[in-house]
């Protein structure tokens, strides 16, 4: 078993649909990151945390330290979302390798 | 600031070839990590480097090596290439004094004919 599972592998949604990307962990961690990853390979990072809930522009994430489980949701989805989306966790504020899960491809349709 | 840099971004090698491969981390950052992406799947740890020193490594063979210069940059190398080394290779910077995100490259796109 891996010790980052994301959910759902593949999502594809109509433009304007609400999307939940889910991402489960089973080791202690400091920290969790969510990534985006377009087609051209470079991550981007969206967010960095490690309790409670963050949000930047129509992009949320949770996550519940106790379930070892976060959310990445986007609201009001657009085709420019579409890029795969990755969970990956570290277990040492700034001097961390990241543990990764296998990421979660969304698609948005016009 | 140009963030992380990678050079090169695409690579062509022969099986049995070295490579190497050259990360500049974001301004005012001091830790490098390389990770290995292979097709399909999420990035997997190789090794990071802080203050010139190999600190953490991941579960890759010693063909895989690496080395951190004093401005911070970093080179990784491969020897003794294998077809299933062609994967993307990531870098990417963080600060080791403060609670801050890593910062990714573009990738280094390396195919092994």
């Known amino acids: 078993k891996n010790e980052v599972e994301q959910s759902p592998q593949n999502l594809t949604a109509q433009e304007g649909e609400f999307i939940t990307i889910n991402c489960s962990y089973s080791v202690g961690i400091s920290a969790l990151h969510w990534l985006q990853q377009h087609p051209g390979g470079g991550i981007v990072s969206l967010f960095m945390?490690?309790?409670g809930k963050k949000k930047h522009g129509r992009l949320i994430a949770t996550i519940n330290i106790q379930e070892k489980h976060s959310s990445l949701h986007i609201t009001a989805s657009h085709p420019r979302d579409s890029a795969v989306y990755i969970c990956?966790?570290?277990?040492?504020?700034?001097?961390?390798?990241?543990?990764f899960g296998t990421g979660t491809r969304l698609t948005i349709i016009p | 600031d140009a963030g992380v840099t990678q050079s090169p971004t695409h690579l062509i090698k022969t099986r049995g070839q070295q490579v190497t491969l050259r990360c500049s981390p974001k301004?005012?950052?001091?830790?490098v990590s390389w990770y290995q992406q292979a097709l399909g799947q999420g990035p997997q740890f190789i090794f990071q480097?802080?203050?010139?020193?190999?600190?953490q490594r991941g579960n890759f063979p010693d063909r895989f090596s690496g080395h951190q210069f004093p401005n911070y940059s970093s080179e990784l190398n491969v020897n003794a290439l294998l077809l299933g080394d062609s994967a993307l290779y990531l870098c990417?910077?963080?600060?080791?004094?403060?609670?801050?995100?890593?910062?990714f490259g573009q990738g280094t796109r390396l195919t092994v004919v």
């Open positions: 480097y802080y203050e010139e020193e190999e600190r």
């Open positions: 945390l490690s309790s």
């Open positions: 990417a910077s963080s600060n080791s004094g403060t609670r801050t995100e890593a910062f």
């Open positions: 990956a966790v570290g277990s040492n504020f700034g001097n961390e390798k990241l543990t």
């Open positions: 301004s005012g950052h001091d830790t």
